[in-house]
């Protein structure tokens, strides 16, 4: 088996961010209504929540550090049953990167292009994945790295001028003024929906040198990116307050729209915007990046280019024919709520059942 | 190896096109002197009609080809349209029939809203203006007695101003004398929001009224109204849900601002002493601080309004024979100071509870902060009983550490 080109410990920490960070930006107002003033510390314990599920990849990823987690089902149970996982795996991938470009793009509406049409944003975001994509994980890796990087600067740079006049210390005190059934709702919803990290990890756990020993690099990437997207969480409460956070998608924006630096500059949404950019191009390389592999695990290494062109036309078609923002912010709360997870632990037992079907045969052949 | 490279750069070349292609900014590009920027929206309702009026003022344009557009011709004064129709949106597309730009609102500053407005359809239009992202909630909000029309009509014959700007300027201003705030959209919105807590506004005056329409009048629409006047900021809208509930005036409305902490900068005592003499003081307010701390007695509710003021005396004038501003003077003015801002706070506290009976100074969300569980089962909903009957405790501490540099009065020979 080929040796896979392995990512760096920065990389490894990034992709992780950007993994958790996906259509969170915006279905957190799922969570706020959830868990009310305790939405950012349900957001905290909700994505910490992710670590045993990265943990058992892998743990997986230890028995066979060359292959993907789909590789251990289609080497241990068979071809069939991997193919129809791999499948399932795309169609996430797809609806994943088409909710978050379709939100991303009616955002950018909303606020900037309004006469633009959406399948121009669309198509150029498709593209420029499509060009990363194409190259190496390691150059995937190191865009990853910058893109984050810049998005985090971007980001909390803006709200940096909200403080101290903007934020209402009011806003965030009672922490717990909801029951706790909410809070759990508000918990499980977080981890639900940012499992979209385990959907890249499962892919590129063969990309991390000696994956297990290794877990640090995620959990601290784990660890950081609650904290950080958290604290955007209670900026955006204490600015907008609870009541209103919660019936805003664009929290961070609409907050944003609200800083003024003097007479002269109002509204500093054109950062958050960019990081949102970013999120989304980040989301739409890895999802593309998932659905290539996953097709040459069906259909082999032939024509691996066509196989990628076709990865991005998957991508683009749904994306492009969704429109709707509201469905699609429905629609990745359904995955965050109720599919992504689920089909994840499944794929995790079967990896598991998988491991112990190899290990004993190899107990056979051994005997 | 030849074809390889050709493929390359046909694929290249291919991304390229693609990318070209795609280019955004040709579709949201358009040049400044082709919109209609809008400064200030005055809403008013009439309840005969069941119709809303809509008035809009425009920045004055310069344009530079010299084209001879409408925005042009007014000059530095702007124009001021106003529509009718049964909906907000309806007066706004006919307006949009009489001006041949598109509406931007990049710079748009105050949302006037009238009386009757203000009573009858408040939740509607913030809703609506809410949802509209073209409008920064950053942006102000002001309420009048009498007609938003009005108000925007007004010219400042001082020097020629449009209402837009000069509102903006004085909601900035009228802040460090404390008997008015300025209030944005986005604050507004919080209060009408946020449980166990009533809408405040600044409310503006003019003395301008029933304003001819230069340009005619088109179907409803009334083009290019504008009158020289004044404007004036002074005291509160208050209100209770979704409704107007009632006007404060500039001593109730610095009570509130002293309660809701309001970086009021200059305060003034002019009344005549219990001596009958007269006294006059001016006080520069560095700083002040604002703690509203809620209680249950005999499982009822009860406030303690605690205020820090610390201030500089700037301007002192006295019928007592003190000849130097010693101990004896700054503790008595201390006195004084405190006793005027309580009966500020009074005067507020007795016009919320008992006349509008509005919780405007947030007691319920103290409460609510405090008591959470209690807000909740029992509190929340019977809260409208129990606000006006609060037993409310006012401390107001000051200290005056500077008298500026003259501390002797000036002696006639």
Not at chain 1, 203 to 210: G, T
Not at chain 2, 166 to 177: E, F, Q, R, Y
Not at chain 2, 240 to 247: V, Y
């Amino acid at each position: 088996m080929p040796q896979n080109v392995k990512l760096t410990r920065e990389q490894i920490y990034f992709f992780t961010y950007l993994g958790i960070i996906g259509n969170i930006v915006y279905t957190h107002t799922w969570i706020d209504n959830d868990a009310n003033r305790s939405a950012w510390v349900a957001t905290f314990i909700g994505i910490l929540l992710l670590i045993p599920f990265v943990l058992w990849t892998l743990y997986l990823g230890k028995f066979s550090p060359e292959s993907t987690i789909f590789d251990i089902i289609r080497d241990s149970i068979g071809k069939f049953p991997s193919c129809i996982l791999c499948f399932i795996f795309i169609a996430i991938n797809i609806c994943v990167a088409a909710t978050q470009l379709t939100m991303f793009t009616e955002m950018l509406k909303v606020f900037v292009l309004q006469n633009t049409p959406p399948i121009v944003i669309i198509a150029i975001m498709i593209i420029i994945a499509f060009i990363v994509v194409n190259s190496d994980i390691t150059v995937i890796g190191r865009l990853v790295e910058i893109l984050t990087v810049i998005a985090l600067l971007n980001y909390f740079s803006s709200f940096a001028f909200a403080f101290p006049k903007m934020i209402n210390i009011k806003y965030i005190f009672p922490i717990f003024d909801t029951s706790l059934l909410g809070v759990i709702n508000g918990i499980a919803f977080t981890t639900g929906t940012t499992s979209e990290l385990l959907l890249i990890l499962m892919m590129i756990v063969c990309n991390i040198p000696e994956p297990f020993k290794h877990r640090n690099w995620v959990i601290s990437g784990i660890f950081s990116s609650a904290v950080v997207f958290s604290l955007a969480i209670l900026i955006i409460m204490a600015m907008l307050s609870p009541e209103l956070a919660k019936r805003i998608a664009f929290g961070g924006v609409n907050s944003a729209r609200l800083i003024t630096l003097g007479s002269s500059i109002t509204g500093l949404e054109i950062f958050v915007i960019g990081t949102y950019q970013i999120i989304a191009l980040g989301k739409t390389i890895m999802s593309m990046y998932c659905c290539w592999i996953s097709f040459k695990r069906i259909f082999g290494e032939r024509k691996t280019r066509l196989q990628l062109a076709l990865a991005a036309l998957v991508l683009a078609i749904p994306s492009i024919l969704l429109k709707s923002y509201n469905s699609s912010y429905f629609i990745a709360v359904f995955l965050g709520r109720f599919i992504i997870l689920p089909f994840l632990i499944s794929v995790l037992i079967l990896a598991s059942i998988g491991i112990k079907i190899m290990k004993k045969k190899k107990g056979c052949v051994l005997k | 190896m030849i074809k390889k490279s050709y493929t390359k750069l046909i694929a290249a070349l291919t991304v390229c096109t693609l990318l070209l292609s795609t280019l955004t900014s040709c579709w949201d590009y358009i040049e400044y002197e082709e919109l209609a920027q809008i400064i200030a929206i005055g809403i008013d309702y009439d309840k005969q009609t069941d119709n809303i009026v809509m008035t809009l003022q425009f920045i004055p344009t310069a344009s530079s080809s010299g084209n001879s557009g409408s925005e042009q011709k007014s000059g530095k004064k702007g124009l001021v349209h106003s529509a009718s129709d049964s909906t907000l949106y309806g007066a706004l597309a006919e307006l949009q029939q009489i001006v041949d730009k598109n509406f931007f609102y990049g710079y748009f500053k105050v949302l006037v809203i009238g009386k009757d407005a203000a009573q009858n359809i408040l939740e509607p239009m913030m809703d609506l203006h809410d949802r509209t992202p073209a409008i920064r909630s950053s942006s102000y909000i002001v309420f009048t007695p009498g007609k938003a029309e009005d108000i925007l009509s007004t010219i400042d014959s001082s020097h020629s101003e449009i209402a837009g700007n000069t509102l903006a300027n004085l909601l900035d201003t009228v802040s460090t004398t404390g008997s008015s705030f300025p209030v944005t959209m986005q604050q507004f919105l919080e209060m009408l929001s946020i449980s166990g807590l009533e809408a405040v506004g600044p409310s503006a005056y003019t003395n301008v009224e029933n304003v001819e329409a230069k340009g005619g009048t088109i179907d409803h629409i009334r083009v290019n109204e504008q009158k020289e006047g004044k404007l004036m900021v002074s005291g509160l809208a208050a209100f209770k849900g979704g409704r107007l509930a009632g006007w404060l005036n500039d001593e109730e409305g610095m009570g509130v601002g002293w309660v809701l902490g309001k970086k009021i900068k200059a305060y003034k005592i002019t009344q005549p002493k219990e001596d009958g003499k007269k006294e006059e003081a001016y006080f520069r307010i560095s700083s002040s601080k604002s703690k509203i701390k809620i209680k249950l007695v005999n499982a009822m509710p009860s406030v303690d309004i605690n205020i820090k003021i610390s201030c500089a005396l700037r301007k002192y004038y006295t019928e007592n024979n003190s000849e130097f501003i010693d101990s004896k003077v700054i503790k008595e003015l201390e006195e004084e100071l405190s006793k005027s801002i309580k009966s500020d706070i009074e005067a507020a506290l007795k016009k919320a509870q008992k006349d509008l009976q509005s919780d405007i100074f947030g007691f319920g969300f103290e409460f609510y902060r405090k008591y959470t569980g209690l807000w909740k089962e029992r509190f929340e909903k019977e809260w409208d009983e129990i606000f006006p009957n609060i037993p409310v405790n006012i401390n107001v501490a000051v200290k005056i550490p500077n008298t500026g540099t003259n501390i002797r009065s000036i002696s006639v020979k």
